[in-house]
């Protein structure tokens, strides 16, 4: 099994930044694919970042191009502590949200069809972090 425990939402105005953790560990394969997920009341999970962790290669969805950067800090081999990273910046009040973490731990990160982009190809998620944008 996989723990994920997100940290760093709060609330701040448009234009401003926020630097989102999500420490995991557990049982995962060097080939893993992990993501950041988003969603606001009302709507549809939307992915908006990925991290696939053979090559270090990020994928962004549109809306948060130019603004959002996913990053990976593993502090050790044996997959015991890990921690992604969701770097938010020039904030808009669209980007208001859940913000969650999900690891698909033993598979390369995948956009064909779109699939990397859809929730239930992640086996575990964290419980989420609230990001509140005001304008």
């Known amino acids: 099994a996989v723990k994920l425990v997100e940290s760093g939402g709060d609330s701040v105005q448009a234009g401003g930044s926020l630097r989102l953790a999500c420490a995991y560990s557990g049982d995962m394969g060097s080939s893993r694919c992990m993501a950041w997920f988003r969603q606001a009341p009302g709507r549809e999970h939307e992915g908006v970042a990925l991290?696939?962790?053979?090559?270090?290669?990020?994928?962004?969805?549109?809306?948060v191009k130019g603004r959002f950067t996913i990053s990976q800090d593993n502090a050790s081999q044996d997959n015991a502590k890990n921690t992604l990273y969701l770097q938010m910046d020039s904030l808009k009040p669209e980007d208001t949200a859940l913000y969650y973490c999900?690891?698909?731990?033993?598979?390369?990160?995948?956009?064909?069809?779109?699939?990397?982009?859809?929730?239930?190809?992640?086996?575990?998620r964290g419980p989420g972090t609230q990001v509140t944008v005001s304008s």
């Open positions: 991290f696939d962790n053979g090559g270090g290669v990020t994928y962004y969805t549109d809306s």
């Open positions: 999900a690891a698909d731990p033993y598979r390369q990160c995948s956009l064909i069809n779109g699939v990397g982009w859809l929730p239930a190809r992640y086996n575990y």
